[in-house]
């Protein structure tokens, strides 16, 4: 199901409890305020019951995200995104592939944060002078489409991943569009 479908069950659970809701409190002796009051939370409640659903049954599918990365994560964005289904060589479990070009990423949340705020911003000369300086003293790195990498930890209510680079120790933080959804243990 699309996310519009999903959102207009909602609505429409919503009116649909909201109305047989306040028609049960009228049937009652309930006052007109009190039953479309009470119809109306009963109503958002089954909405918002419905929305979680519906958003839990849809897969995320990198193939029909955009194959664009978000300018605020990419230091320098290339044009052609590589998914691993064109890949010949098969994953490791566990193992994901960086797509969509090169990505900064940072061995802090906060500093990875710092400088996607000039990007949003539109300052890109204070954005290239801090992602400049975080690479200059190590604190940040670029991953780079076909880069194998350990999903270490995540950030899901900032969208962001916690990668380690295979054959490396150090972990950094990056924009979850940058990697592979699926491992070759998910895709069989």
């Not at 996607?116 to 890109?124: A, V």
């Not at 933080?173 to 699926?182: D, R």
Request: contains cysteine; aromatic residues 6%.
């Amino acid at each position: 199901m699309g996310a519009f479908t999903i959102f207009a069950i909602a609505v429409i659970t919503w009116v649909a409890v909201w109305r047989l809701t306040a028609r049960h409190w009228r049937r009652k002796g309930k006052g007109a305020i009190t039953s479309h009051v009470s119809g109306a939370c009963a109503g958002l409640a089954a909405g918002v019951f419905a929305l979680v659903l519906g958003i839990a049954t849809i897969p995320f599918d990198s193939t029909t995200a955009s194959s664009e990365p978000s300018s605020t994560g990419a230091a320098s964005q290339a044009t052609a995104a590589v998914t691993p289904a064109s890949s010949p060589e098969a994953l490791a479990p566990g193992v994901h592939v960086v797509v969509g070009g090169k990505w900064l990423s940072c061995q802090s949340q906060e500093q990875l944060s710092k400088i996607h705020r000039y990007s949003i911003d539109g300052d890109d000369a204070a954005y290239r002078k801090a992602a400049l300086e975080a690479l200059g003293a190590g604190e940040c790195t670029i991953l780079k489409t076909g880069d194998k990498v350990a999903l270490v930890d995540t950030a899901i209510l900032h969208g962001l991943v916690k990668l380690r680079r295979f054959g490396e120790t150090d972990e950094y933080w990056t924009n979850m569009e940058s990697i592979s959804e699926k491992t070759a243990t998910e895709k069989s």
